[in-house]
């Protein structure tokens, strides 16, 4: 059965029983907005995995093994992360940085504004929440992880990938979540954010090979392999 | 002249609006809408005047002049001030404005502009006629057309609910996963220009300010760097990523009602009010239908009936599932409306197929400005022999 033919149970209090799940897709052309099939945002110390409400730990548990075991992982930092407009922001940005590290394979594109890119983005320099799917598809994501992106933004985007990849989503939202992401965490500071990166850590320990275990670190893109010799020539 | 601000000590929504002590206070609606206005720390409130709307901004203007109002002004028509306070909204500050029927419908392409901007605002609507022949008489017909726009429509059913509405509105348009227009409507007249038992926390108290940087899009902010990007991309281009990008934005517009239902639980107890719940016999109404139809089963009451009474609080997001639920044992409902489309019926309706075999009656309905007598309720609801229809 698609996802899109299941059905809300039942609505309390603002709870909601869903039999919904938010699943990597592709779903097809247009699917709902899972809040408008039940699923509700997870309340502070709760997580969100697949649509159900889990605790925090669970979640981030589940977080780090999606980022390990899929392939092409990939952190997409928004504008509220990429800039040091406030204090704290580089503080989180360099946990982002750490989170990154242990993740062999991982890559890095920014989104750095909203504003749709014509005629043609370049899915290796950028993420652009108005076709975010090409991006995805190009560099064959599998598993990301959204950060430090308005949620108007993300929560539009995370509709079209679900949409049109196979792409696992998670969200580390400063506030109160994404039910359309497959995974959730909300009101994420650098201490989730940590606990992110020690989870990955722990399930390395543990044994658990990485997908892209031969290729430690974080990985560049085409893109970025040039922009960087050209910041070594000096140009 | 200079303006000596009024001191007053910013509280916690929820001390407010459940925790303060209340005095009571025997004002009209305007009246009430102002004294919440005066205690919502608006930043700005812009407006064109109409009747029977004026009086409270009109009132609104008086609180800038004291100071409880930042900034406030008469905008050239409803297009200027819908317009304007949807820029001031992007802004950051904390906007409301108010209309009534023709000036509602001549806004109305910004208003349903306002939720996919994701601009925070409270609209304050008081409901008269729209349609020729010209009258100013109350009548909620332009609800009917504020159902489609993405805003969320609360629909108050006295004075007390309108100062607590509109409170709550605030709060609830500015919650992150919500940042969207609140509308708090009141039926014209018969709320905003009569008076009614309001009890109100001490005027010294006011809301924090908006958190505009806590919201799902940046603020207009040209000092801070990851605001200085445009905000509303301009998808007009004729392919599939333009649409596909407009349709799941207009997803993101309902997703955001769905999540305003926690919230509404929270400040207005929930999305309905049920009275006598289990009845066969059931009305369903809001505003101030609500009013009449208290009377209605008060009367039904004395005559040995025991009719049920549901108070549709929220129009949007609408009460799906606790209507559902609400409806369980009814076997006849009545939907007493003040317009002429049956709005509320139509809504009933689509929500209770396939969830009840109760017989939904059309109507009764008045408009163009006739009031709603309990008698006619009571036709409504029971046969000449004084039998339940």
Known sequence: MLNTEKQSLGDKNGKTVASYRVLPGPEGLLPPAAACCGITLPLEG???????????????????????????????????????????????????????????????????????????????????????NLTIAHNKIEVCVFIGVHCHFANITLKMIRAGTNCYTITLCNEAGHEDSMASLPFCGTDKVEALTNAVRKLKAGGLRPYHADTPGIQLTVAQKAVAAGLKNGN | MEIVKPQQTVVTPEHLLFEAPRKRAYITGSEAASEAIKRANVDIAIAYPITPQSETMQRVGDLFGQGYVRDYYRAEDEVGAFSAISGASRTGVRCMTASSGPGLMRGLEVIASWPG???????????????????????????????????????AENQQDFFDYTLAGFVISEKCEVTLPVAVAVDGFFVTHARGWVEMPSSDLKLPPRDCYREAVPMIDNENPPIRIARDAPIQKSNFISYQMHASWQQEIHAAQERSRRWIYKYLGGLIEVVNPGAETVIVASGSAVSQSREAVRQAEEMGHRIGLIKVKSLRPFPVEELREACKSAKRIIVPEFNCAGWLNRELRATLYNHSDAEIAPGPRVFGGITMPTELILQWLFDKTGNCR
């Open chain 1, 46 to 132: 709760e997580g969100l995995v697949e649509g159900i409400i889990r605790s925090e730990q669970d979640t981030i548990e589940e977080m780090a093994r999606q980022l390990l075991t899929r392939r092409n992982p990939t952190i997409f930092p928004g504008p509220l992360v990429l800039w040091a407009w406030k204090d704290g922001v580089t503080v989180k940005a360099d946990c982002i940085m750490e989170l990154a590290n242990e993740i062999p394979g991982v890559r890095i594109i920014p989104m750095p504004d909203y504003r749709p890119i014509y005629p043609k983005i370049d899915p290796e320099a950028v993420i652009n929440p108005c076709h975010p």
């Open chain 2, 117 to 155: 901007h994701r601009v925070p605002v409270v609209f304050l609507i008081m409901c008269r006629v729209i349609n020729a022949p010209l009258s100013i008489q109350p009548d909620n017909l332009e609800l009917d057309y504020m159902l489609s726009t993405g805003n969320i429509v609360f629909h």
